[in-house]
């Protein structure tokens, strides 16, 4: 019940600010958003916003359509929980803290591991509030005790328990390989945290000069093609396709890395391309994955020339110090001197640029902790493929398949210090080579006592959320009750944009963990993908494109259930939309047209209505009661069925459409004349349209349905006594109310009432003005005979005649519409003034002719013809048409009232 007490007036116009709060607090305060029992449970776990600050409209998306799938499933009676949670987001936290910390002038290894950790948590608290904070303006009905962080207590003990599993079972190992490091993050990063972008660049064809079989300089020499001349000191070979003639005699053979006179064999491999460049390939196993692998092949050395920060280090001989960049102008200058050059061209490519600090990727060769992914991939595809779980919309299926069945080793270790710290030890005592996983801390070395120093790095933040469905109910804990009750969840939705981040990761990770979990291994049922919200111009919201629309400001401006409205009928899966005022202001005002409508309802019941909605077959139900009941009951089948199949936009707008287009634009019209004679049906039934209505539209405009609810609620208490409209039940349609005969009678009542408004409008009669019409009623003739009151009042048609046959209307000095249900024929005496109008025509026929006089003399003239341009006597012929058809018209207009 509202605080304010019965009875109070409703306001002329809806106010979210005066409702919103206290609407929301009402929920919190009945506890209705925690689990509260039920045959079957449904759960979604909201994935984790990045806490890097505010919530944008995405994130909206995603609170709109989650809240809207609890709800409806927690007014269906399922025990329902939505557990909200906030990821720690590694490697945009750390970068932010850094750059907090470089705008003071220091770094975060100047001031150390665990002050700079202080500064990450400050503003991680700060942000998490804020985004809860924000969660509730959206109206999420998320259990707040529940709340999880990726970064917790109970999240590290999952993800430290799942490290060691995967590490005792071989999945996890620590190896050398290419990797692809950000220089600028001083990290590595995954394969999918690198965007490719075209570069201008070019091809520098070098020549290697060869060697020959005694090892002394020749004029021979080898010419290979590259982008990247930096990389030449970290050669270890040149290779060529066995059977290029080209190059042939030179297998085998040494030629000369150019930068530093180096001896490097030449070496045969099949995989190189004949046809590329020009046939040989430079080998540069530190730098480079597809040389990397060749280096495997032939046994070759790997160099790495590159430090951390993006400058060439000690191996790279006289470019040591010098910044990637400036080493490449270096290398070429050189080259160019020494006339080892022979050509460049330019070369546009697509380079890997670092998804967070934009920095030009580097692959090098580092030692790193990877998650061996195929026997993990294997029951995640046969899971998705075997429909135990499945993707809406369907076609993103392949898109996942595709990715696990080319999936590559996972590389998960980090160098950044904010996250979950590897837990993994190692012996520090002379020999000892000890190297202990644990889930505990632990004091000393299992082997010899010794003391132990815990690795450096972190976990990409991806291993953490990627065990979020169980990581949030309890796990590790397998008896944890919420894991018991709610795992699998059932549904998983989020963008499409993280499926190969996120959704893959879960389903393998999950998999693994639950795999003997009695109550099933799969975390979700249903991955429900939404697509990409745009700005009004249709590109990606951005701040440097200045076209970002804030949500908290659209709910400022129209309230949460507008902004929530527009981004729910602007959704389908997997497909991206535009938020642009229109959409929102149309939710605003669907917002007030709700208010209207319960208004009016309340104020024509007055405070002693019995709003008792008569029993299907009652006799007190006439037609158009039985046609609006009828109706509703279809919106209401259709709805259920539409967010069955995740059509939410449509569920919306057939609930919209007959709300408006049916409900409130005719029967609540009809409804008036009904109360005005003092029949008092049309308000119970009025009423009990509303409250399904509100029931309907409750998961996706919270708010105004609720404070709608809770007034009628007053004259009209819930049958099930539910306290709120929140927890009150969903209506499942009453095929009993179904009454094709009243469907078809009332379409045809408004095909008539449009028939009439048309006409009017075609002969521009005053809004005011009553007129004379007939109504041919054909088949429709009783129900027009009943509701001929009512056509006449919303046609404003009086005298209104409903005749059997056209045979009984007149036929001369009418005008006349021919329906699929019959005829509306209005005399034209009725429509205007007759003398008025024939003085009105008259006039203007005296206008148009003179017009019409004025340019046949103007043509007639010779002179005029001969020495205007063309083109100006084409115009004045072409003004002369326009007016004698006028004036033809104006007549024929003048001789049908005459
Ligand atoms: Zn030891």
């Known amino acids: 019940m509202t605080d304010n007490g019965a ?10 600010s005066e409702v919103e709060e206290r609407i929301y607090r009402g929920w919190e305060e009945g506890g209705f958003f925690k689990p509260r029992g039920g045959e079957r449970p449904f759960t979604v776990i909201m994935p984790p916003p990045n806490l890097t600050g505010e919530l944008h409209m995405g994130h909206a998306l995603t609170a709109a359509v989650e809240d809207a799938l609890i709800r409806w499933r927690r007014m269906l009676g399922d025990d329902t929980v939505w557990v909200p949670g906030v990821d720690h987001a590694a490697i945009a936290v750390n970068a932010l803290v850094e750059r907090q910390l470089d705008e003071e002038g220091v770094s975060r290894h100047d001031i150390g591991r665990e002050a700079f950790l202080e500064r990450v948590w400050d503003f991680v608290n700060a942000s998490r509030a804020r985004i809860a904070e924000q969660h509730r303006r959206l109206g999420a009905s998320a259990d707040w005790e529940r709340e999880a962080f990726t970064l917790d207590e109970a999240r590290q003990r999952a993800v430290r328990q799942t490290f060691v599993n995967l590490y005792e079972d071989g999945l996890i190992f620590r190896g050398e390989r290419m990797i692809n490091w950000d220089p600028v993050g001083q990290t590595a990063l995954s394969d999918l945290e690198v965007e490719y972008r075209d570069v201008e660049s070019a091809f520098w064809y070098v020549r290697y000069p060869a060697l020959g079989e005694d090892g002394e300089p020749t004029d021979d020499y080898i010419v290979i093609a590259t982008t990247r001349p930096e990389t030449i000191p970290a050669d270890t070979a040149v290779a060529v396709h066995p059977e290029d003639d080209r190059w042939r005699h030179l297998i085998g053979r040494m030629v000369l890395e150019p930068t530093s006179d180096r001896p490097i064999p030449v070496i045969a491999d099949e995989a190189i391309e ?5 046939g040989a390939l430079k080998v540069t196993p530190g730098h480079d994955q597809g040389d990397f692998e060749i280096g495997e092949r032939h046994g ?31 290398v070429v200058e050189d080259l160019e001197a020494k006339g080892l050059i022979e050509k460049i061209e330019p070369y546009t490519h697509a380079v890997g640029h670092s998804q967070r600090s934009g920095a030009v990727v580097e692959p090098i060769v580092s030692e ?16 998705v493929r075997d429909g135990r779980i499945a993707f809406v919309p369907k076609r993103f299926e392949r898109t996942y398949l595709h990715w696990m069945e080319n999936i590559r080793d996972w590389c998960i270790s980090r160098q950044i210090w904010w ?20 889930v505990e801390d632990p004091d000393a070395c299992r082997t010899c006592d010794g003391p132990l120093r815990q690795d450096e790095d972190t976990l990409d933040t991806w291993f953490s959320s990627g065990l979020w469905p169980h990581s949030t109910l309890g796990w590790p804990d397998e008896d944890a009750e919420d894991l018991a009750r709610f795992y699998p969840t059932q549904v998983m939705e989020t963008g499409y944009d993280i499926i190969f981040f996120w959704v893959a990761r879960m389903i393998m990770l999950s998999l693994y963990n639950m795999r003997d979990f009695e109550g099933g291994d799969i975390p979700f049922e249903t991955v429900y993908l939404h697509g990409l919200v745009r700005a009004p111009d249709g590109r990606k919201m951005s701040k440097s494109f200045g076209n970002v629309v804030d949500p908290l400001s659209v709910i400022e401006q129209y309230g949460t259930d507008a902004l929530r409205y527009a981004l729910i009928s602007g959704t389908s899966p997997g497909n991206d939309q535009r938020i642009t005022d229109d959409r929102v202001e149309a939710g605003r005002n669907f917002a007030n047209k709700l208010w209207n409508a319960a208004r009016l309802v309340r104020t024509l019941a007055g405070p002693d209505a019995d709003l008792e909605l008569p029993p299907a077959g009652d006799a007190r139900l006439r037609r158009e009661d039985r046609w609006v009941l009828s109706r509703l009951e279809r919106t209401v089948g259709l709805a259920d069925e539409l967010l069955r199949s995740y059509q939410l936009a449509e569920a919306l707008r057939q609930t919209r459409d007959f709300f408006w287009d049916e409900f409130a634009d005719w029967y609540l019209e009809l409804a008036k004349l009904r109360v005005r004679e003092g029949d008092g049906v049309p308000l119970a039934v009025a009423a009990h349209v509303l409250d399904r209505v509100l029931r309907l539209l409750h998961p996706f405009m919270p708010f105004v349905t609720e404070e709608i609810w809770q007034r009628l609620a007053e004259a009209r208490p819930d049958p099930d006594g539910a306290p709120q409209l929140i927890v009150a039940r969903y209506p499942v349609a009453d095929s009993a109310r179904h009454d094709e005969a009243a469907e078809r009678d009332l379409a045809a009542v408004q095909d008539f009432v449009r028939a009439i408004r048309n006409e009017r409008a075609a002969k521009r009669v005053e809004a005011g003005r009553w007129v004379e019409a007939y109504v041919v009623a054909d088949g429709a003739a009783e129900a027009a005979g009943d509701l001929a009151a009512a056509i006449g009042q919303l046609a404003r048609a009086r005298p209104l005649h409903v005749v059997a046959g056209a045979s009984d209307a007149p036929s001369e000095g009418v005008v006349t519409a021919v329906l699929p249900v019959g005829r509306v024929v209005l005399p034209m005496a009725g429509l205007f003034d007759l003398e008025a109008e024939r003085a009105r025509l008259g006039k203007q026929i005296g206008e148009a002719q003179d017009e019409v006089r004025k340019l046949d003399a103007k043509l007639a003239n010779e002179q005029f013809r001969t020495r205007a341009p063309a083109a100006v006597v084409a115009r004045e012929e072409e003004r002369l048409a326009t007016a004698s058809s006028r004036l033809q018209g104006l007549e024929e207009s003048l001789a049908e009232i005459s």
């Open 368 to 383: 790193q902790w990877w998650v061996n992914v195929g026997p993990l991939a294997e029951p995640a595809i046969a899971a």
């Open 7 to 16: 009875r109070e007036e409703m306001r002329s116009a809806y106010d979210p």
């Open 419 to 438: 996250g979950h710290r590897i837990p993994v030890w190692y012996c520090e005592a002379g020999d000892c080579s000890e190297t202990i996983a644990a």
């Open 274 to 278: 004949i046809e590329a460049g020009s």
């Open 300 to 330: 070759l050395e790997t160099l790495n020339i590159l430090a951390p920060d993006g400058t060439l280090n000690e191996h790279a001989g006289r470019y040591a110090g010098i910044d990637r960049f400036e080493a490449r102008d270096r």
